[in-house]
């Protein structure tokens, strides 16, 4: 059974840093490209970064680019989202995913369940 686990997120505020885990197990890591994604209260899921799985294929979308880092440990089967000079329009509710590299949801075929992160001004 394949599971993701996020965590890390919470309350911050403006211009301050966070750093979001996504920890997956049941499938090998090492194989997927990992991708995040963010959903604010109203709004579509956006595409947010995604890592290859190779780790040294990024890309980022323009809104936080500069701002949020992405690395992967394949032998702990995590990635890591570290978010940083976070404004309040950061906030939603922040998922990882598992699946074919790419910037769309569809190219992914594994979620997990989402951890908030609130930025306040």
């Known amino acids: 059974q394949v599971q993701l686990v996020e965590s890390g997120g919470g309350l911050v505020q403006a211009g301050g840093s966070l750093r979001l885990s996504c920890a997956a197990s049941g499938l090998t890591f090492s194989r997927y490209a990992v991708g995040w994604f963010r959903q604010a209260p109203g709004k579509e899921r956006d595409f947010v970064a995604t890592i290859g799985w190779n780790t040294g294929t990024t890309h980022y979308a323009d809104s936080v680019k500069g701002r949020f880092s992405l690395s992967r440990d394949n032998a702990k089967s995590t990635v890591y989202l570290q978010m940083s000079t976070l404004k309040p329009e950061d906030t939603a509710v922040y998922y990882c995913?598992?699946?074919?590299?790419?910037?769309?949801?569809?190219?992914?075929?594994?979620w997990g369940q989402g951890t908030q992160v609130t930025v306040s001004s």
């Open positions: 995913a598992l699946g074919i590299y790419g910037f769309t949801s569809g190219r992914y075929d594994y």
